[in-house]
């Protein structure tokens, strides 16, 4: 089924729209499992949240599990998955940096982390998944080729994700090569999903997730078999859909 489409004026606007969707989950469950992306494109829903909590939300019992991390970087990195989780989310909610769940990519074995991770979320039920979305399609880490079927695993990054990332690094080689990253079966059993993406660099990998066929070529086309998914977009994401759209019927 085709997921529904919210298309906003801007990030900040997205932002909002999805973080009163996350506030209410919240107040309705003060207990809530929420999986969480980094990347540019979730910060805005954080920032929104982050009113909420100002406004008086409580948001102390939730529980925060990422979809990813780098393999190999130190612990403490600035850019390690964990501490931009802290720093973008868990410390302007105020919370306790013990409700954020990270997969261990300093482990000495990353099969064994991974398998770790798997486990930890085998064991809860995600209420929602917040996802972002790359270029070529792919949402956690979880490349184009990735298949369907896999769950927590150690992936390799191709050249193109580490050059979107070396923005937050010194130079693209300074980008680790592998992850640790919840696979596509793991990412799908979450009850609902959020994926939120910004930009005309990002309206191609939309268009074909939403209406092209689905594919492990295109990860992200899977989110197409679950059940509740949003598409929170700003009108440069979303600026190819309507050709599309045209096009599928």
């Not at 207990?31 to 949240?49: F, M, Q």
């Not at 770790?116 to 270029?135: F, H, K, N, P, R």
């Not at 309206?203 to 197409?224: D, F, K, M, N, V």
Request: with cysteine.
């Amino acid at each position: 089924m085709t997921p529904v489409v919210e298309i906003s004026a801007d990030a900040a606007a997205t932002g909002l729209r999805v973080a009163e969707r996350i506030a209410a989950l919240i107040r309705a469950k003060p207990d809530a499992v929420i999986g969480v992306a980094t990347g540019s494109s979730p910060e805005p829903v954080y920032r929104a949240l982050a009113r909420h909590v100002d406004d008086g939300l409580d948001a102390s019992g939730v529980s925060w599990f990422a979809l990813d991390e780098y393999i190999g970087l130190p612990l403490g990195h600035p850019q390690s998955y964990r501490a931009v989780l802290e720093r973008v989310l868990i410390a302007p909610l105020g919370l306790d940096a013990a409700s954020l769940h990270v997969p261990d990519g300093a482990a000495a074995d990353p099969d064994a982390a991974a398998e770790a991770y798997e486990t930890a979320l085998a064991g809860t039920t995600v209420d929602l998944q917040i996802l972002g979305i790359g270029g070529n399609g792919h949402i956690g880490f979880n490349e184009p080729g990735t298949p369907f079927t896999a769950t927590t695993h150690r992936a390799g990054l191709t050249r193109s994700t580490r050059m979107a990332n070396a923005r937050f690094f010194d130079s693209v080689d300074a980008v680790p090569d592998e992850c640790l990253t919840q696979g596509l079966a793991t990412i799908m059993r979450a009850e609902r999903i959020e994926l939120v993406a910004f930009g005309e660099h990002k309206a191609g990998a939309i268009a074909a997730a939403l209406y092209g066929p689905i594919t492990e070529q295109c990860p992200a086309s899977i989110l197409r078999r679950h059940s509740d998914v949003r598409v929170s977009v700003d009108a440069g994401a979303a600026a190819e859909l309507r050709e599309i759209r045209c096009a599928a019927q």
